[in-house]
């Protein structure tokens, strides 16, 4: 157990080392007018932290640089007392996501964008996801005389499309004829109810289309959070932690193949809170050197989204919870507007 004042004097470790990335030593923590002890006493508390794991320092006369086993003591209490973000970033938050409403695909984009350049790291956000996916419009646009473009509203503004093509030339009110029946047939329903409905004398483009329909549907409902941008890749590779370091291809490849985006989203919590997981905490070896600061947005059990900051154990922690917990405040109150129409 940390007394006070280690504690204080690890707090001050912790922020002088995340906006230096150099290690702080003891002289420069004792010209701090806020301890109020003498040189000797800060040198013999450095010395207890080193001891109990908080710090490392290569050599005994080095600077102090924090573990992670400090960084989620200071992350912990930093939960507690944080401070809301500003409200010029909340306001700037709602003002963009609301330019990009009607495009959901759009509005992620936004949001991760946002807050890689607020964190100066990493961003990712996904779009906010129904549990069950449901048709709410289905319209067909031909396109030339044997292929044409199917496209599926889902509820909550999600668009699927999916080009057809059919076996011969068909006269365009009968296709407009055949989709309207097929409309008809499937709106307000999910791909298993859809599966279960017993539709008669279906032709075999109108077949075509509902089957295409339920693939489409099948595949929405695949995974918690599949659809996601990521930003500011730059902005992680920008930190000395990566500096000639050779897992910056490891990070570039992962963020192109995806495979980075599902690693930071398989630690989404389940409940509405803002989850930090440092280092070694992460499930996977490809996350190891970062931390995650990561939150569910949306409406609870109707529909979730994510987004969250990645970036070095060395980040600026109060500054990117408080970021995380603005946007995904603000990103639930737009997602029950798009819900209330």
Sequence with gaps: MLTARQQNILSLIIESYVGSATPIPSEALARRPELKVSPATIRNEVAVLEEQGYINRPHTSAGSVPTEKAYRVYVAKLQETAAPAEAYFREQVRRKLLQAQRDLEEWAGVAAALLSSVVGNMAIATFPKVPESRVRHLEFVPLQDVLGLLIVVLEHARLRRELIRFESPS????????????????????????????????????????????????????????????????????????????????????????????????????EVAVRVVIGQENKGDLLRPLSIVVAQYGIPGEMAGAVGAIGPTRMQYSKTIASVRAMTEVMSELAEDIRGH
């Design 171 to 270: 006269d365009r009110t009968e296709l407009e004829r055949s989709a309207n029946k097929v409309r008809g047939a499937i709106t307000g329903y999910s791909y298993k109810e859809i599966q279960a409905l017993d539709i008669e004398e279906l032709s075999p483009f109108e077949r075509q289309l509902l089957d295409s329909t339920i693939s489409l549907l099948r595949e929405e409902d695949k995974g918690a959070y599949r659809h996601h941008y990521l930003d500011g890749i730059r902005n992680l590779l920008l930190q000395p932690e990566f500096a000639e370091n050779e897992r910056i291809r490891d990070l570039v490849e992962a963020a192109e193949n995806g495979s980075l985006a599902q690693a930071v989203l398989e630690e989404v919590p389940e």
